[in-house]
């Protein structure tokens, strides 16, 4: 009994073959992008909003110095109060 070589050895053989793609024809170029003005426009706009965001509504500092303000009997007079009426007038545009 003899043993001949394995494989194919048809014509068809030859199809199956892939051939290998060179180095200079995969690396054309190097990828980019470009960023319109509109865009990091809107990026600078979307960053201010989300540190705004970060920011607590209530400035625990300022509520300390009011309350302290408060508990002096002298800070209110009538100076005071004619300029909390002038802003709630301005507020309401009254």
Do not use: C, H, W
């Not at 003005?37 to 990026?43: G, R």
């Not at 965001?53 to 400035?59: C, G, H, Y």
């Not at 009997?73 to 005071?80: A, G, L, R, S, T």
């Amino acid at each position: 009994m003899t043993i001949e070589r394995l494989g194919p050895t048809g014509p068809i053989s030859n199809y199956n073959k892939t051939g290998k793609v060179s180095k200079s024809d995969s690396i054309l170029g190097k990828d980019s992008i470009d960023v319109s003005e509109e865009a990091k426009q809107k990026a600078e706009v979307f960053k201010a909003l989300e540190s705004l965001r970060s920011v607590p509504d209530i400035r625990e500092d300022r509520v300390a110095e009011v309350k302290k303000k408060l508990e002096d009997p002298n800070y209110i007079n009538e100076k005071v109060i004619e300029s909390v009426a002038e802003r709630i007038m301005d507020l309401f545009k009254i």
